[in-house]
């Protein structure tokens, strides 16, 4: 089915769009079991290791459930879900042409663990030129009692904000972006299998999970808009649709970041800053 020509206007007109029901409910239960059983396989490694993360209180329930990242680098499940041709005829339809894949995550986001601060994608993975582009898709279903993903309306088109600290006691990054007044993270309630697509100046991020027992799962690929010849070094190797390897420029991070600025009564960003942080 082509996309619709609803979606591709609203991605252009706001940064993002959402999918329902791309994959179906038997395919996401499989990637759900799937990825439980990488996650008792890691940390089974884990503690034959003795490996703790100390940055995660071994109290915290992230400690028992750590993102999975990247995935796709060792295994095929997540690499064919990566270049999915219903992922790729989305991001073609909104994009205007086939992007290339770079990243895969899977968050399990128990009950009580912490949520992600609002920050841009394209503060970590810095393509240049043009942006990224995330592909979310909700593997439980997600809202505002689990911590779904919320954006923020209106920075889609915005630079690369300046970072500030943000509140590690209800986010387990510790970098956030300021708003002003009017720009208000909204929630988005997403049933299992519908993919959020969204681009990588939109401010985004989560809430702590409250519920007492739900997981709120979700499988994430991050991809690079066409018309890219650099991106960040943690994201290469750069494959292209088909699972071949591309070659691709390594960009730098820091240097000039967005500021917010009165300009006639509203706020603007502009890029009068400058950042050298950054988290891996
Ligand atoms: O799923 C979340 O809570 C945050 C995910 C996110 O911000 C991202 O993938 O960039």
Redesign the pocket.
């Known amino acids: 089915m082509p996309v619709p020509t609803k979606s591709i206007s609203e991605f252009a007109a706001q940064g993002y769009t959402i999918a329902r029901g791309l994959f179906n409910l038997d395919e996401v239960e499989t990637f759900r079991e799937h990825f439980f059983a990488i996650n008792a396989e890691q940390r089974a490694i884990r503690e034959r290791d003795a490996a703790t993360d100390s940055t995660v209180a071994p109290d915290d329930p992230l400690a028992r459930y750590p993102r999975v990242m990247q995935p796709h680098r060792f295994d095929e499940t997540s690499l064919q879900w990566m270049i999915d041709s219903r992922l790729n005829q989305w991001m073609t339809g909104i994009l205007g042409r086939e992007p290339y894949a770079v990243q895969t ?1 899977f ?1 399990f ?1 128990p009950p009580g663990a912490r ?2 601060a609002l ?1 841009q ?1 394209q503060f970590y993975l810095r393509v240049d030129p043009g942006t990224c582009v ?1 592909a ?1 898709m909700a593997v439980d279903r997600c809202d505002e009692e689990n ?1 779904c ?1 919320r954006i923020v309306p209106g920075t889609h088109d915005i630079p690369v904000l300046c970072t500030v600290d943000a509140d590690t006691g209800v986010s387990f990054t510790d970098v956030t972006v300021e708003l002003p007044p009017g720009y208000d993270p909204i929630p988005l309630v997403m049933d299992p299998g519908d993919v959020l697509f969204f681009n990588g100046q939109l401010v ?3 809430y702590p999970n409250s519920s007492a027992d739900r997981f ?1 799962c ?1 499988l ?1 690929g ?1 991809y690079i808009v066409g018309e890219a010849e650099a991106v960040a070094q943690w994201y290469h190797p750069v494959l292209r649709m088909d699972g071949s390897q591309v070659d691709f420029g390594v960009s730098e991070h820091g240097g000039p970041c967005g500021v917010w600025v009165d300009q006639d009564g509203e706020p603007v960003a502009v890029l009068e800053g400058i950042d050298n942080r950054y988290m891996g």
């Open positions: 995550m968050y986001k949520g992600q920050h994608d995330a979310w911590g993903l985004h991020g989560s709120r979700a994430i991050h």
